[in-house]
């Protein structure tokens, strides 16, 4: 077929740009055409009638040929199941598993005609006994992980034949959308014809659309955890997941599985985190925003913003090899301040995993976070307010106590809830900081855990997702997320409630 | 400790409060102010006139050395103050800026209540012993920047709710209420009416008994009326200074006779 060409998506995209450029170019000339040559007596600027045809060539057509695209598979698999075995169909699994594997066969089949290495006849003549297939595909690169049933050829065959046309349609359909468009677009290139407007409308909709998209992803989201929360507490009561005491998954049953030891290492963690980090950040924005030179400043800015680009992971390390042990040389047997005598000859610390060491090596990490943030903020504090305090014989830490400070208190309160949220979903620090032992303490030098490190735990390994062991993952990331989400909120009421009263 | 100022040997000698000899100002490369000599008398109004952009500001700010605060700018030459030399390294520009006030060109009130911007320099400088004390030199600071029958209901409310013109008078009760001995008020009634002018202007004769007051004004009216001596600058030179009647009766600078009946400016 001549045609072919159409049923690749690729060529399709570049058909339609360059239908769209013609369109350009085609409603550009014939609105001057129709100006008799004279851009003052058209309504817009030329190059508006060009982008209206160009938008109204590309814009339908490619959003047609994505949606099919999107939709495409899934009408052939409906095809497709029918001709399965009803074996192969028992259960859902099952038929993913052949489906999968119709996929890939014909992929490789395809891929096989177009290496030369099979034609159709030679193709239709392993109908009956497709036992070679397996080599033959190997040999263009699609592996296989069992021999090629007859029916799973047969439906790959279908399932080949049904893209073929499926496909040759789809581009049909969206050349001529692209033509339609662009013909709408160039006969309406007329000068009084608001093209301004419309590439103005045009433009809102882009915006529109990818800022509904982030909306709609971040809604996806939580309805996917969502409804798995719902499986969760469908399996466990949710008393024991809220109110419970102890955390104590089983895989052989009778879990107990209560967020509440989680919680509270997650809050105990990230309190001490914010406790090193908040101070020290702040202090440091304040020195480099109200007494550094300029060019100490424009050194150690980026300095500061390249700590705040290291991995986790690697603090995460930083906490297991460095913090840890030394930690553990002060607080531990043997230690300066072990406390030895006074607590019956235990130390006070006895492993290098604690929370004290996640929560200090997490508060390092939220340093530059804090302080280049609020380094911003301190800077948007207008100088006229400092001189306004300095005219009146203030001294410089007078001046940030007492204006430059409580101008920019409510950003700085936002820094910092937004610092709270890093430090409760923060896991990497804490999976190698903090331990994996979930309790209820108020003792900083001992192992706990964290929501997050959970999750990870829960569904890592061999998981089975009917079991209310994997499924309370998804309960723990939903309340996480509704903490942080709180915390965000929180930050932005304080930022915008503060933000007009001052200005 | 601000009454010795005001000795009776100072007072009959009239003596130079602020006496500046060779200020030469660079923001950068921009030479604003060239080789500038001025002697402010003690309590007198002296009175700054000239073209926008000409450095009156920036003189303005040299007095209290507000333009450390700038990076860029760089002022070389003398300013005495009560015959001590203000850029010397031994000087303190946090107790300088305490004796020398300042209102500034556009109004900056502290995001705070009224009150606590009033009270502000009180409070850092411990002018008050206790809270009724504070609570009458708020009240006195506001009567004379002309606005207390204004506010005397909302001292709570924020001084950044309120108009350009409250604004720039909240900000002259707050340079006020320190007491400085010189007021340097940089266009302080650009945003006043008539009648808020007239207070202020007001204020200003009444601070001349005890303090030296320096005005940056576009008003020659305004120069005439409060002003005893008056110095005209253009683009950075400081080109006349004399007694205000003179100035404007007999300038001897064409440049001047031109600036004060509108040709140029
Ligand atoms: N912060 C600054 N940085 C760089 N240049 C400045 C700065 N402030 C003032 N200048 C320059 O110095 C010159 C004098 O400015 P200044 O503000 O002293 O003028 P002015 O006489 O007060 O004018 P106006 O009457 O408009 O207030 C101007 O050329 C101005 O561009
Ligand atoms: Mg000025």
Redesign the interface.
Known sequence: MTFNFLGNPLTLTLLVLSVAGVGYFLARRRAMARAGGDARVLHSLPNYYGMTAAMFAAVPALGVMVIWLLAQPMLIQNAVVPLLPAAATETAGTTSLVLSDVNRVAGGLTLAIEQGVLDAPAIAALRDDPSTLRATLAGVGVALGSEVEPYVLAAAETTRGLEARWGLVRGLVVVALGLAGLALAVRAADPAFRARNVVERGMMALLIAAASLAILTTLGIVLSMLFETINFFSLHPWQDFFLGGNWAPNFRGNSELSILPLLWGTLYISIIALMVAVPVGLFAAIYLSEYAS?QLRSAAKPLLEILAGIPTIVYGLFALITVGPFLVSVFGAGGLLSAEGLRDGDALMSGATAVITAGLVMGIMLIPFVSSLSDDIINAV??????????????PS?TIR??VL??ALPGIVGAILLAASRAIGETMIVVLGAGAIARISGNPFEAMTTITTRIVSQLTGDTDFASQETLVAFALGLTLFVLTLGLNVVALYIVRKYRE??? | MRDNTQTPEAQVAQKSKISATGVQVHYGDTHAIKDVNVEIEDKTVTAFIGPSGCGKSTFLRCI?R?ND?I?ICRVQGKILLDGEDIYDPKVD???????V??V?Q?P?????SIYDNVA??PR??GLARNKAELDEIVERALRRGAIWDEVKDRLAA?G?GLSGGQQQRL?IA??VA?EPEVLLMDEPCSALDPIATAQVEELIDELRQNYSVVIVTHSMQQAARVSQRTAFFHLGNLVEFGDTDKIFTTPEDPRTESYITGRIG
């Open positions: 300029p207008p100088q006229s307010l400092r001189d306004g305090s300095y005219g009146l014989g203030a001294t007078e007492n204006v409580p101008a009263q001052y200005e | 209290n507000m605060t990076d520009p946090v107790q300088l800026r305490a004796k006030g300042m500034f556009k900056n009130p502290f995001p705070k502000y320099g850092i400088h924020p950044t900000c707050r340079a320190t």
